[in-house]
């Protein structure tokens, strides 16, 4: 999370994850290296960056002063897997955390205090990894919600088996009128926010796959205007471009982290 960007109290924009939960909330990179990973994201989004709280290694990437995605460069040091992992907002991360491990999930990280909030680092039954915060979001949600990624996908081995367990972790389709609304279309798990479409569930992800990007992940996609475009950009940047079509393109960052553009205008 962007933990600098705490709504002031009393602001008409000032939202916590106790009236806005199980949706997206955030997106954070881990990667190695700061400065070509902020240098490559500058030339693909013309992202900026800004520090963080969190010492040296962690950055804030804003788009016209919205703050949108965190960057941490701790692969090395902690261990971990170069990759972009989406931060689901919860009313209580101990809470959500107990539910991930009586449903024999893994609980990574956490819940840790950053204040306004705390967040845990968690992977699903088949490894797909993905993390909670409770807290304050930062001002302007509907505006990040505009800014930041269009969506995320989880590629996973069974969509609907893993509805039903991010379901039951994150409170989607409750009683509760501010819960995420779930449909299922064309074989699809669909989530929508607010009546906005914030993550999709697909089947068709091998656990045993030796390929990491064939294996259940989370995908995060942003939204350009022209990915063709786009692609060329990743490219000549040191990137690579593993698929690409009229409507969107599977991209790897110099470090290795996978991402998708999608385009503004598709469905």
């Given at each position: 999370m962007d933990h600098d960007s705490k709504p002031i109290p009393g602001k008409p924009?000032?939202?916590?994850?106790?009236s806005v939960f199980g949706a997206p909330c955030w997106v954070s990179l881990t990667s190695r290296d700061v400065e070509t990973t902020e240098a490559f994201y500058e030339a693909v989004f013309g992202w900026k960056w800004r520090s963080a709280r969190l010492g040296d290694r962690f950055r804030i990437a804003t788009a016209n002063d919205v703050p949108v995605a965190g960057l941490a460069a701790v692969a090395s040091m902690w261990q971990v897997a170069v990759a972009w992992t989406p931060y689901f907002a919860v009313p209580d991360a101990d809470v959500a955390a107990g539910r991930v491990r009586e449903r024999g999930a893994t609980v990574a990280v956490g819940p840790l205090s950053f204040p306004p909030g705390r967040a845990a680092l968690l992977a699903d039954r088949d490894g797909a990894t993905f993390g909670i915060w409770e807290g304050d979001l930062m001002g302007g949600w509907e505006t990040w919600r505009r800014s930041a990624p269009a969506f995320v996908r989880l590629h996973t081995r069974d969509a609907f088996e893993a509805a039903i367990f991010y379901g039951e972790i994150l409170d989607w389709a409750s009683a509760d009128p501010q819960s995420c609304e779930v449909r299922y279309e064309g074989g699809e798990v669909v989530l929508l926010s607010g009546g906005h479409v914030v993550a999709r569930i697909q089947s068709g992800a091998l656990e045993a796959a030796p390929d990491p990007t064939v294996r259940p992940h989370w995908q995060v996609h942003f939204a350009v205007a022209d990915i063709r475009s786009c692609a060329r950009v990743v490219a000549a940047h040191g990137g690579g471009v593993l698929r690409q079509t009229?409507?969107?393109?599977?991209?790897?960052?110099?470090?290795?982290?996978?991402?998708?553009?999608t385009s503004r205008e598709a469905p």
């Open positions: 924009d000032a939202v916590s994850t106790h009229d409507h969107e393109a599977v991209l790897r960052d110099p470090d290795g982290a996978q991402f998708t553009v």
